[in-house]
């Protein structure tokens, strides 16, 4: 399936008249396929806010539907572009579980993609046994609310037994979606 899915991305790129150096798959235990291109423009890839890493997306996972059906996910990245966001919102989401624990009051995140939301409720899920993660609002409004589980006591560190792979998130607070992002 690796090389389905190298090949089929290098003959895209190919077709787009894009330049890339190198095209790595990488299988994760959820049967995820986490795909990162290493190129020369990586801007041209990105887009305006990862859209055209969205479109490439969900272009690959058609193609590689057609060719070969089966029970997997496809995440596309551009020289580490999301694993940096990821990382972002993950260091967010545990900084406010840490205000959680503080001062014992549910604390929201800013809107965010629901490929964020999912990283955060995985990643919360398999570290803070202590607290439970929401999605609230609808549309480009929606965001995760983080609390404590009933009866969970606030002194709780977070595990660091397990790592999580996380997704899409944005906030209610004095953070801005600008800052989110920052690298």
């Known amino acids: 399936m690796e090389t ?16 890339f150096r190198r095209v790595r798959v990488e299988v994760r235990e959820d049967n995820t396929y986490r795909v990162n291109i290493e ?3 990586p801007s041209l890839l990105i887009g305006h806010h990862g859209e055209n890493i969205h479109a490439l997306q969900s272009l690959l996972r058609i193609i590689i539907w057609k060719k070969q059906q089966g029970d997997y996910n496809l995440v596309i990245d551009v020289d580490d572009y999301r694993k940096r966001q990821e990382d972002n919102v993950i260091k967010m ?3 406010k579980v840490d205000m959680v624990r503080k001062t014992q009051r549910s604390q929201a995140l ?13 990643h919360l899920a398999k570290k803070c046994a202590d607290v439970v993660t929401e999605s609230v609002g609808e549309g480009d409004h929606r965001h995760l609310t983080i609390k404590l589980k ?6 709780s560190p977070m595990n660091d037994d397990s790592q999580g792979e996380l997704m899409d998130a944005p906030l209610q607070s004095s953070v ?4 989110l992002f920052e690298f």
């Open 150 to 155: 009933d009866g969970s006591s606030t002194s």
């Open 176 to 179: 801005t979606q600008e800052t």
């Open 110 to 122: 800013p809107p965010m993609s629901p490929y964020f939301r999912r990283v955060v409720h995985i």
């Open 93 to 95: 989401a545990e900084r």
């Open 4 to 19: 389905l899915i190298q090949e089929t991305v290098e003959e895209m790129l190919q077709k787009l008249s894009t330049p």
């Open 39 to 41: 190129s020369e423009e």
